[in-house]
C-alpha cells in the first residue's frame, strides 16, 4: 500500500489525519472544540496551543511574542499521503508541470507526481558528507527551469578542514536520471569537523540573486563566528547564480566583512520564505533547548545569536550572559519554548482554503506537526497545529499550484494538504 495515493478518513484509527471536525484525537492537536459539526470546527478558548512547561522563565519582548492564541481551521481540510517511498527527503519544490523536484539527504533527487508516483533516483550532483544533520539539503529552480532545466542545491561538503556548507548548480537531463555539469559555486567557509548545524535552504529573489541560509556548525568554537562579518556561518547570503556575492548586499563597501553577507547572528536556518504581499524574506531558526524562533529578514541586520536568546544549553546553563535583549539586534518575531524544532517553511499562496491566505506553514521535526502562523501587520496573531498525530518529523513544505501545500517528512513521505474533497 506504500506506492498509491492513501486516502485517509478522519478518526479512523492510526492512519487518521488531522482533519476540522472537532475530532481531536484523530487531529491530536488538543484544542480542537467538541462539536461535530464540520462547519463549526472554530476554536473557541484562545489558548495557547503549547501548554507544556517552559525551559526557562524569561519573558517575551512584546506581547504575542510566544504562545499566541490557538486558532482552528474553519473549513473542511485533509492531509493525505501520496506516497512513503523517499528516502529522507529534505526539500520539495513545484516544477512547471505540477510535479516536484526533492533532495534526498543522502545525495539523489526523486521526481514525484501529484499521484504520487516516484522516479528513480536523479544522480549526478557532488558527493555530500550525509552524517549527522548533512546531506543534500535545500533546492530551488532557475526561473528560467522550463527553458535552461537549471537547478540550484545546498549540501554538506568534505573538505580537508572538516566540511561546509556548499552551494552547487546543474541542468537536469532531458531524460531526468541525472543532474548534468553539476558544479559547485559556493562554499560557506570556514570548514569545520561538526555534522551539525549547516543550515540549507535556497531561495531566488526578485532579481535573480540566491538567498542561502546556512548555521554556525553548533559546537562551542564556531558558535560566535554566528557574530562574525569575517565568516559565512550563521548567516543568510545573497549570491549570484555563480556564486558571487550579489550587487547591492548591505556589507558591499565593508572591508572588514563578507560582501555576501545579508543578515547574521543565526544559529541554524532551515526555513526561508517570501512573504506573498509586503515581499520580505522571512526565516526560521533553531534555538537551543528553548529560543526556536521566525524572523523577518532585513538586510545588514544583526538577529542576535549567541548573545541574546530565549533559550538554554541543553545541559541547563544560560547561554552566554544568559539575555534575551539587547540594543542593535533584532527581536524575533515569534518563538517556542518548548521547541518546534522548525525545518521548511512557507506562506500559502493558494485560493482554495481561504482563511490560510498568507499564513506561514512551518515544517516542526521534534514537535512533529506542521505549524500555522496567522500573520497581520508582521505579527504572529493566531497558530495552530496540523497533523499532529501523525508522529512525522516534517522537513519541508510548499505551494502546489493547484491551492494545496505539499510536505515532506523525514520517514519518507509527501503530504498533499489541502481543502477536503
Ligand atoms: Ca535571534
Redesign the pocket.
Known sequence: MHKNILPFICGIGLMAVACNNGDSKAAGNGHADSSNNVATGADTTGKPVETGKANTDYKPAFPGQTRIAGVTTKAAWEGKVLTTGLSNPWGIVEMPDGRFLITEKGGTMRIVTKEGKLSEKIKGAPEVNSGGQGGLLGLTLDPGFSKNRMVYWVFSEKNPDGNLTAVAKGKLADDEKSLQNATVIYRATPAHNSTLHYGGRILFDKNGYLMVSTGERSDIETRPLAQSLQAALGKVLRITTDGKPAPGNPFAKDKNARPEIWSY???NVQGLAWHPVTGDLWEG?FGPRGGD?I?RIEPGKN???PT??YGIEYAGPKIGDGIQQKEG??Q?VYYWDPVLSPSGMVFYSGDSMPEWKNNLFIGGLSSTHIARLVIVNNKVTGEERLLAGENERFRDITNGSDGALYAVTDGGKLYRIGKKN
Do not use: D
Open positions: 547572528g543565526h544559529r531558526e524562533e524572523n538577529y542576535g545569536w541574546i536568546t539586534m533584532e524575533p
